[in-house]
């Protein structure tokens, strides 16, 4: 387990390298941070001033050596556009980012996994087809316009639930949450709805693919031949067999949901990272969407080692050396 670990890490260092490379080019080649920072009415001397004494002179190596440690300590300087601390104001969204993901990530796995098994028990009942109907919609029509048309049913026309912003939050400590007021619940539905649809169309089909091959396999005839009633070769024989590729969607859709959250809060202005990047990059605020880049591949690596992890966990026979056990 240690080996592997470290092995992991290993590649995860080497990922978030490449990525801090890539960061840093936009950092030095994408636009002038200069004019960013300054007037028309400064001088040249002045802006040369400001190169040498923000480091821009010194070589490439220099300055990338220079951007990984200040990375490394989640220290990114200054915004273009807001004139903030990058790293202050990732933070204070980031919560409200992460809290739509994984609820919006909860409600694909509690949804999607139970309809998932019943139309790979069922196949042939109505209710089953009119789960592959949804998942059909689901999987058609793009975030955006599923957001738009939740707005106008249960905001508009319903109004039941609000079409924008976070609602009131709670502020504990240095995490900001909605989960623990009312208007903070019901600001959170149709944005979560919207983010986790897609997922929960994928993980259901999965799922039922899944279990329409397992169900098919000599094992589990032998357990049925052995008397074992319905619900424990379904759930649990069938079920524990195809966990492993659902924990390997869940985990990479998991990093998808906070890296493309970037429509849907924008969508219901959900005031989080998704929605600063956007604006960064409308206005080439350089700095918050290197941040923004290199925050993402890091939980995409974290989420990547978890899931490895897990495989050990649901199915021992998988060896962490990548070989199969005897």
Not at 62 to 75: S, T
């Amino acid at each position: 387990m240690t080996a592997f670990i470290i092995r992991r890490l290993l590649q995860a260092i080497l990922v978030m390298l490449v990525v801090a490379l890539i960061a840093f080019l936009m950092f030095r080649y994408v636009g002038d941070p200069i004019n960013q920072m300054v007037g028309i009415e400064t001088s040249p001397a002045e802006r040369e001033a400001l190169r040498v004494r923000l480091g821009l002179r010194d070589p490439i190596l220099v300055q990338f050596a220079r951007f990984i440690l200040n990375a490394a300590q989640f220290n990114f300087g200054i915004s273009y556009q807001f004139k903030q601390p990058v790293s202050e104001m990732i933070l204070s969204r980031l919560p409200a980012t992460l809290e739509l993901s994984i609820v919006s990530a909860l409600f694909a796995l509690l949804v999607g996994i139970p309809m998932g098994v019943y139309t790979g028990i069922r196949r042939n009942a109505w209710m089953s087809k009119l789960f592959l109907t949804v998942s059909l919609v689901g999987i058609s029509l793009p975030p955006f316009l599923i957001g738009i048309l939740l707005i106008f049913i249960f905001a508009v026309n319903l109004q039941w639930l609000p079409s924008f912003g976070r609602g009131s939050v709670v502020d504990l400590g240095f995490w900001s949450t909605g989960l623990l007021t009312v208007s903070g619940l019901k600001a959170l539905i149709l944005p979560a709805i919207t983010l986790g649809l897609f997922q929960l169309t994928l993980i259901m089909r999965l799922v039922r693919a899944e279990m329409l091959e397992v169900l098919r396999t000599d094992y589990i005839k032998f357990a049925r031949a052995r008397g074992l009633t319905e619900r424990a070769v379904n759930f649990g024989h069938a079920l524990k067999n195809t966990l492993i590729p659902v924990i390997t969607v869940t985990g990479l859709q998991l990093g998808s949901i906070i890296a493309f959250a970037i429509i849907t809060e924008t969508v219901f202005q959900w005031p989080g990272m998704g929605l600063l990047f956007l604006q960064s990059v409308q206005n080439v605020d350089i700095p918050i969407m290197a941040a923004y880049l290199m925050l993402i591949a890091f939980l995409f690596v974290v989420i990547n080692l978890i899931v490895d992890i897990l495989y050990t966990v649901v199915d021992p026979r998988v060896r962490l050396d990548g070989g199969a056990a005897v």
